[in-house]
Structures are given as structure tokens and as C-alpha cells.
């Protein structure tokens, strides 16, 4: 929600503000300075191309990656990537205009830009949880976990996702709103938006955030089971270098997760619960504008904490690349090559499959595919 991130302050010095004829073109919603503009524009024009160009990234190698797009847990991960592009480019695109230029819509335009923001920070939070509820079926479930998580199951509940969020982000457009900008019972931080939808949506992210901590704190607890009862047997076959436990291991992953998670929703939900219950100062609402932006690095940070990390996403993004330098190379020496001569190059070049995939190469790449599964890295789920 953190689109237009439009502030007014209601303190004893903004008394006026109460006077809607005061309030043209929302221009009481911009407080920043120009040295905060500056500021928030260099984070924006930094995180939203980077967001933009990993997330993107980890949406073709799935895509393009028959056994990952069949797997749940990259269907999560796809998911959360998709609605991480959208949040790089809703928020940029409306955060800038907004309070860098000033542009100023009326409520339909508005309300529809920040439905779309909203949309995709939900969504993205959204799948956070399913990707750790995956995650803990994962582990507490391994006998079963291919009969509970199918890929059907698992885009049934992407549906369900999607459509909840995108319900419930286009709730002001669709009525929920404040007939008046500054009316009672409106939000001071972001035009024509009601106070009750501000404390639902905040309360509704929350929940999904507590989940998420909940369903991490599940899998530490499941893993420290698991370890300590397999120490006696470890210790046994211990060969006198020091082994980190797999407990303490996920430990530091999902406190890295979970603390740039938190640190990054926490402020800027803060100030809307805030802004539900008691009047903002200046500096507060310049404030939650900078907080906004964190929840933009939070998408920016995702693909390298849940895609990126995971070794067999990495193996894909290796084949595909190698997959597009083999049909560049054997273009280019198409087209080099006199018609009715032929090379060993040109050889090379014949046996590409229709998939652009060398047939001298497949066999090798699926050796390597197949030892990554049968390692199953604890961060693939």
C-alpha cells in the first residue's frame, strides 16, 4: 500500500488542513522536502530497476525449466516473483510521480494506481506464506509431502491468493473510500482512503506476517527434533572436523529471512496503525514515506533470499545460458559457412534440438540436474 504514500499532517500547526478548499490537487498529501525527494527518488530509481531485473530473471529460468515449473515450491516462488514485478513497477512508477512531480489524479485514477500497489504487496507477502507453509509441510511431512503439495493444490491456492488480494486492494475504488479527501474518518497518509479499510488491510498483513513467523518457527523446531536424534549417529561416523548442526544451520537462514522481513513491513505498517488511531506530525509522515521504500527493498531482496540461493534454480540459470550460447554460436556459424560446405563446426551446429538444447550436452546436464535433487538442499522448499 504503500503507493502514493500521501501524508497531511493534523497536528496544532496543520489546523488548516481541515479545510478542504485548502487541499487542491492534493497538494496537502506532499510534505517532502526537496533534499527528502532527492533522497527517496535515488532509492526508487536504484530498487525499482534491480527489483524489476532479478525477479523477471527468476521468472524465465522457471519458466523456461520444465522440471522447476512442475514442482510447487518454484510455482511459489514464480508466484512471489510475479507479484514482486509488479510491485517494482506500480509503486516506482506512482511513488515518483506522485510526490517527485506532483501529478495528481482524481479519485478513480488514484484509487486505481494504489488498488495495484496494494495488489502486489499483498500478493507478495501472500506468498511469502504459502512458500513457508511449503517449506514446513517440507520437513514435517517428508513421507507424505508429495501427496499433500501436488502442482494442482498448489496453484488452486495461488488462485485463491490472488483473487483475495486483488479483491480486497480494489475495495476503495469499488465504494470503500471517503467521499471528501480530508472528511472524518479518512486517512491522513493516503487520500480518499478510509480509516476502517487502512486498520482492515494493515490487520489482514499482519496476520499474514505472524504466519509467516509461526510457520518458520514450526520448521526451526522441527529441525532441532530431527537433529538431536540423529547426534548419537553423527557423532559415531564424525571424522574430527567440525560439522555445523542442520538446526543451527536453518536457524541463521530464516533469522536472516525473517529479520529482513520484519525490519522492512514492520515501520511502515507502524505508522498506518498509527495514522488509524491519532494524528501525525510532520516529520512522522516524512518519515513513513522512507518506510514505504522498504518495503520496495524487501522485493528487491526476495529473489536473492528464496530463488537465488536455491542451488537447483542456479543449475537452471547455468543451462540456460549455456542453452542460448549454443544457439547464438551455431546462428552465427550458420551464416558464416559457404552454402553446400560443411565443418566440423556446422556438425557441431545440426544436432541443436528444437528446444535450441545441444543433444551432445543433454545427457551431461541431466546428470548434473539429477545429483542436485538427490541432494535435496534444505533451502529448495
Known amino acids: 500500500m504503500e503507493d502514493l504514500e500521501v501524508h497531511t499532517s493534523l497536528g ?4 488548516s488542513l481541515s479545510d478542504h478548499g485548502s487541499c487542491e ?25 534491480i527489483t524489476l531485473l532479478e525477479n523477471a530473471l527468476v521468472l524465465v529460468v522457471i519458466a523456461a525449466t520444465a522440471t522447476l515449473r512442475q514442482r510447487p515450491s518454484f510455482i511459489f516462488i514464480a508466484s512471489l516473483a510475479l507479484a514482486d514485478v509488479f510491485a517494482s513497477c506500480f509503486f516506482t512508477t506512482s511513488f515518483l510521480d506522485f510526490h517527485l512531480f506532483y501529478h495528481s489524479d482524481g479519485p478513480t485514477a488514484y484509487l486505481f494506481k494504489l488498488g495495484g500497489v496494494t495488489m502486489a504487496f499483498s500478493s507478495s507477502v501472500g506468498s511469502l506464506l504459502l512458500t513457508a507453509l511449503d517449506r514446513y509441510l517440507c520437513i514435517h511431512q517428508a513421507s507424505s509431502y508429495k501427496v499433500l503439495v501436488t502442482r494442482r493444490r498448489a496453484v488452486r491456492s495461488l488462485l485463491v491468493l490472488w483473487s483475495a488480494t486483488i479483491f480486497m486492494s480494489f475495495l476503495p475504488l469499488m465504494g470503500w473510500r471517503c467521499p471528501k479527501r480530508l472528511s472524518p474518518r479518512c486517512s491522513h497518509l493516503f487520500p480518499y482512503i478510509n480509516q476502517g479499510y487502512l486498520a482492515c488491510w494493515t490487520s489482514f498483513i499482519l496476520v499474514l506476517l505472524a504466519l509467516i513467523l509461526v510457520a518458520y518457527a514450526l520448521i526451526l523446531w522441527t529441525a532441532h527434533r530431527h537433529e538431536s536424534s540423529m547426534t548419537n549417529i553423527q557423532v559415531a561416523a564424525a571424522t574430527g572436523h567440525a560439522r555445523m548442526r542442520m538446526d543451527i544451520r536453518l536457524a541463521r537462514t530464516f533469522g536472516l529471512i525473517l529479520l529482513i522481513l520484519v525490519g522492512c513491513w514492520l515501520p511502515a505498517l507502524s505508522f498506518m496503525l498509527a495514522d488509524v488511531s491519532m494524528s501525525l506530525t510532520h516529520n512522522q509522515q516524512r518519515a513513513f514515506a522512507f518506510c514505504s521504500t522498504l518495503c520496495l527493498v524487501n522485493s528487491a531482496v526476495n529473489p536473492l533470499l528464496y530463488a ?3 542451488r537447483e534454480l542456479r543449475v537452471a540459470l547455468l543451462q540456460l545460458l549455456q542453452r542460448l550460447y549454443e544457439i547464438g554460436r551455431c546462428k552465427k556459424s550458420s551464416e558464416n ?11 557441431n551446429c545440426t544436432v541443436c534440438t528444437e528446444d535450441g538444447t545441444p543433444r551432445n550436452r543433454s545427457n551431461r ?17
Open 12 to 15: 496544532p500547526t496543520d489546523s
Open 25 to 49: 490537487n492534493l497538494t496537502c498529501y506532499m510534505v517532502l522536502t526537496q533534499l527528502e525527494k532527492t533522497a527517496i527518488g535515488s532509492i526508487c530509481f536504484l530498487a525499482g530497476p
Open 308 to 310: 537465488l540461493r536455491c
Open 337 to 347: 559457412l559457404t552454402p553446400g560446405l560443411a565443418s566440423a563446426e556446422d556438425n
Open 365 to 381: 546436464l541431466s546428470s548434473i540436474s539429477e545429483m542436485v535433487n538427490n541432494q535435496q538442499p534444505d533451502n529448495t522448499k
